[in-house]
């Protein structure tokens, strides 16, 4: 088996940079803590809720239909990251509009009027779903476009939200590797609390919390267990890789055997909030609080990582 070649996290994305963007504002938002302590980067690609007017224009559903994609407030849910040492990026764009976990030429050829070009993936799980880097479905599996796309608006996308995205990402990656030696990336994550219609656990209720490490290959399995371990001991009842094992940001990201552990952490939304109306419910505030609990454990479970691999 020809080995992988070993990433450059600065440039993750082809020509990703934010450098064009000066005149614009970014599409993410950046916690960075008054020093970096702890060699973790925190990330939630999923939770923006910034509506372009051009993509209210060309959806069929309104925002709220929309926002049935968006694993909402998880970047408060880790809004102590920054307070207790570690940087937390979180994208402003909605994952209806472009979705940062999934490869960046992801797509269903049947939502373009227009052919794609040889190196799009059209034939991902993620895509027959409808669930593409432009994804055809919300999570309900209502479409969300009326019309078909052109590709050039797919790529307008990509270039103004996507890849800058992925490069301050890779570039928070690279960053803490240079500083401890090691860096581990959680992507952060809610869920529904029954398996959606084009789920493989579909109408099954799911468990509190559901950890991905792509079956193994992402981070070193005391990672997996340490982490297992402090969520069972805050009283979650917890999952591995079933049903989700992690997605193109912990595929892409993690390689642990050059010293980058990528975990991601799926909560269920019953426990804090109203799935209905999407309001903030009454456990809001205890799951705020236990993780920040997490957050403090996942800090000292790195140091450890960095301490056997010394």
């Known amino acids: 088996m020809t080995a992988r070649p070993a990433p450059d996290y600065r440039h993750a994305m082809q020509q990703s940079s934010t450098q064009g963007l000066r005149d614009r504002p970014l599409p993410f938002a950046l916690r960075r803590p008054v020093q970096q302590t702890l060699p973790v980067v925190f990330a939630s690609p999923h939770s923006g809720v910034d509506f372009p007017a051009e993509f209210l224009a060309a959806a069929r559903l309104d925002p709220s239909s929309l926002r049935r994609s968006e694993d909402c407030y998880v970047d408060e849910l880790f809004a102590a990251a920054p307070r207790l040492g570690a940087p937390l990026l979180a994208a402003l764009f909605p994952r209806a509009f472009v979705d940062a976990n999934r490869e960046p030429l992801e797509l269903d050829p049947h939502m373009f009027e227009d052919p794609l070009p040889p190196e ?54 690279a960053e803490t590797k240079r500083r401890f030696g090691h860096c581990v990336l959680v992507d952060c994550h809610s869920m529904p609390s029954v398996g959606g219609p084009t789920e493989r656990d ?109």
Request: charge should be positive.
């Open 202 to 310: 579909a109408g099954r209720e799911r468990v509190d919390v559901v950890l991905g490490d792509c079956r193994g290959s992402s981070c070193a399995a005391a990672l997996m267990d340490l982490a297992e371990g402090a969520l069972r001991r805050l009283g979650y009842a917890v999952a591995r890789n079933d049903p989700y094992s992690g997605g193109f940001v912990t595929q892409h990201y993690g390689r642990p055997g050059e010293g980058v552990h990528a975990l991601q952490i799926e909560i269920n939304r019953a426990l804090y909030l109203d799935e209905a109306s999407l309001a903030r419910g009454p456990g809001f505030a205890r799951i705020v609080a236990d993780m920040s609990e997490l957050v403090r454990a996942l800090g000292e479970i790195a140091r450890g990582l960095g301490a056997v691999a010394a």
């Open 120 to 173: 799009a993936n059209t034939a991902s799980p993620r895509v027959a779903a409808g669930l593409g880097v432009i994804a055809r479905v919300v999570a309900s599996g209502e479409e969300i476009y009326g019309r078909k796309l052109r590709f050039a608006e797919a790529l307008a996308r990509l270039e103004r939200y996507y890849r800058p995205y992925h490069a301050m990402l890779g570039s928070l990656i």
